[in-house]
C-alpha cells in the first residue's frame, strides 16, 4: 500500500499522529518523500489547510522537513563524529584530542579533604566557595556589564542548555567554519539551522559574521581562543570589528567557548560589546583539570542566566557540590596551579616542536594555541590518512570538523603533544612521505 493511503485522519493533529505512527513502525524512513499536500487532501477528503497544519506540526517536531518543490520529507540524520579515541585497532591515535594525563592535577589529597556538610534539595545551587573563586575569574573578562554566575555539567552541556532557553527549531545559528565537533552536534540535534562563518587565523571573518547576521542567525558561538579544530585566536584587532558588526544586533546571544581558559597562551578578546544584551562567556575546567571533572562556569546577562537557572535548580539537575568543591579546592591548590602552569608550556612547547618538524618534511603549520596541530596538506586528507594507516598511525581528517568550506577536507588534526621525540619525529617523517608519495601518485594520474 502507498504511503498516501496508510495516512488518515480528519484533523491536523490525527494526521500527524499518523504519519508519526508510521514513522515510530519504520513504515516511513528517513529520506522518504511524503504525499504533497494536494493529494494527500484529496485522498482522505480533508481541507488542503489541515494537510498543511499537521505538516506545519511535524515540522516543528524536527520529524520532516519540506524544502519547496524537492517536497516535503522525513528528516535524515547524517552521522557527525564524535571526539575520543578510536575504539580498537592497533594504529598509533594522533587525533584524539586530549589533554595529556601526565599533567593533569592528582585530585586524591583534595577528594580526601573535601567532605563537608551534605546537601539538600532547596540550597543554592552553586557552592559559596566556587561562586567567590568563579566571580572573580569571570569578572576579569566579563567587566562592569551585570552579569550572573551559573554551573554547569561542562562547555557542551552549558551551549545546550544556552542555546536551549533562547531558541526555537529552526532557528539559524552561526558556527565557526570548521566547527568543534560537539557545537555541530548540539545544533543539529537541537534542531537549529548551522549558519556557517569561515574563520582565519584571526577568528571568525568580519564578513563571513556580517552575512551570518544578515540571514537572521539568534545566536553566534565563538571560540575565542585555541579554535578547535584550527587553533586559531581572536587578535585584538579581529575583536573590535566584530564587536562593530554586532553592535547593532544587541539582542543576538553571543556564547563564548573559552574552553582553553587558564591553559591558553593568549590573551582573551571578547566579542561582547558593552552595550550587547545577551551573552555567555563559558569557562570548562576540562582541558586543565580533565575531562571527567565535567564543570564548567558561565557568566551570562542576568536574562539568560534566570532562563538558565530554570533548567539547573534543585530538584530537576545541578553540578554536584561535591564536584564543586573539588574543582574550588583543586584551583585554589598551589600544587595543582603550578601543574596547570607547566601544563600550558609543555601544549605550546611540544606543538611548536613538532610545527618545527613539519617544515623539515616540507610540511607546514601555523604556530596556534590548543590542544591540536591544524596541518595543512596539498592533497586531500582522506588520501594521506589512507597512507598514514598503512605506517601505522590513525590521523584525523579535517573533513570531520566541515561545515560548508571544502578546503577544511586538506587538512589533517593532529594531537601530538603526548608523544616522545623519537616518536615525534617518526611521525613527521611518515608524513612527509606519505604526502610525497600520494601527491606523485597525482602527478602520474
Ligand atoms: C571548543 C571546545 N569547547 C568545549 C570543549 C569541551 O568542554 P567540556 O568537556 O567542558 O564539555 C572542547 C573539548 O575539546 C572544545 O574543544
Known amino acids: 500500500m502507498q504511503v498516501t493511503q496508510r495516512i488518515s485522519g480528519g484533523s491536523a493533529t490525527e494526521i500527524a499522529d499518523s504519519v508519526r505512527a508510521l514513522l515510530e513502525r519504520s513504515d516511513l524512513a528517513p529520506g522518504d518523500l511524503l504525499p504533497p499536500v494536494r493529494t ?25 522537513i519540506t524544502r519547496g518543490r524537492a517536497g516535503t520529507r522525513v528528516v535524515e540524520r547524517s552521522p557527525v563524529a564524535q571526539e575520543g579515541f578510536a575504539e580498537r585497532g592497533s594504529l598509533r591515535d594522533v587525533g584524539t584530542g586530549n589533554p595529556d594525563p601526565r599533567f593533569i592535577p592528582d585530585p586524591s589529597a583534595a577528594l580526601s579533604a573535601m567532605a563537608g556538610r551534605p546537601v ?3 540550597e543554592p545551587v552553586i557552592d559559596p566557595g566556587l561562586a567567590a573563586w568563579g566571580g572573580a575569574w569571570m569578572r576579569g573578562d566579563v567587566g562592569d556589564r551585570p552579569h550572573r554566575l551559573t554551573v554547569t555539567s561542562g562547555a557542551v552541556d552549558a551551549v545546550e542548555r544556552i542555546l536551549a532557553q533562547a531558541l526555537t527549531r529552526d532557528d539559524a545559528v552561526a558556527l565557526e567554519d ?12 537541537g534542531g537549529y539551522r548551522a549558519v556557517p562563518v569561515p574563520i582565519d587565523a584571526e577568528g571568525m571573518t568580519v564578513d563571513g559574521l556580517r552575512a551570518a547576521l544578515e540571514q537572521g542567525v539568534r545566536a553566534v558561538v565563538c571560540t575565542p581562543r585555541a579554535q578547535n579544530p584550527t587553533g586559531a585566536s581572536l587578535s585584538a584587532e ?63 546577562d542576568p536574562h539568560t542566566a534566570e532562563r538558565l537557572a530554570l533548567r539547573l535548580s534543585p530538584g530537576t539537575t545541578w553540578v554536584s557540590h561535591l564536584l564543586q568543591r573539588l574543582v574550588l579546592s583543586l584551583v585554589t591548590d598551589e600544587k595543582a596551579r603550578e601543574t596547570i602552569t607547566a ?3 609543555h601544549y605550546t612547547e611540544r606543538n611548536a616542536a613538532f610545527a618545527h618538524r613539519l617544515t623539515s618534511v616540507g610540511l ?5 594555541d590548543g590542544l591540536n596541530l591544524w596541518v595543512p596538506l596539498p ?41 616522545s621525540d623519537s616518536d615525534a619525529e617518526r611521525l613527521a617523517a611518515d608524513l612527509g612521505e606519505t604526502v610525497r608519495a600520494a601527491s606523485h601518485t597525482d602527478g602520474m594520474g
Open 238 to 300: 579581529r575583536a573590535e570589528q566584530l564587536r562593530a558588526v554586532l553592535a547593532e544586533h544587541p539582542y543576538v546571544l553571543i556564547i563564548e567557548d573559552d574552553h582553553f581558559s587558564l591553559l591558553s597562551s593568549e590573551p582573551f578578546h571578547s566579542l561582547v560589546g558593552p552595550e550587547h544584551r545577551r551573552f555567555a562567556l563559558v569557562r570548562s575546567v576540562s582541558k586543565f583539570l580533565g575531562p571527567d571533572m565535567c564543570l564548567a562556569i558561565v557568566a551570562s
Open 343 to 345: 601544563a600550558a608550556a
Open 379 to 419: 592533497i586531500p586528507a582522506a588520501r594521506v590518512a589512507a597512507g598514514m594507516q598503512e605506517r601505522g598511525w590513525l590521523v584525523r581528517t579535517g573533513d570531520e570538523f566541515v561545515l560548508a568550506d571544502p578546503a577544511t577536507a586538506w587538512h589533517l588534526r593532529l594531537t601530538v603533544h603526548d608523544l
Open 40 to 64: 494527500l487532501a484529496d485522498e482522505i477528503g480533508v481541507n488542503r489547510n489541515t494537510v498543511m497544519a499537521a505538516y506545519r506540526q511535524l515540522a516543528g517536531a524536527g520529524l520532516i
Open 364 to 368: 607546514s603549520c601555523a604556530d596556534t
Open 120 to 122: 539538600l534539595y532547596g
Open 178 to 189: 570548521p566547527c568543534f565537533l560537539a557545537s555541530i552536534h548540539t545544533v543539529r540535534l
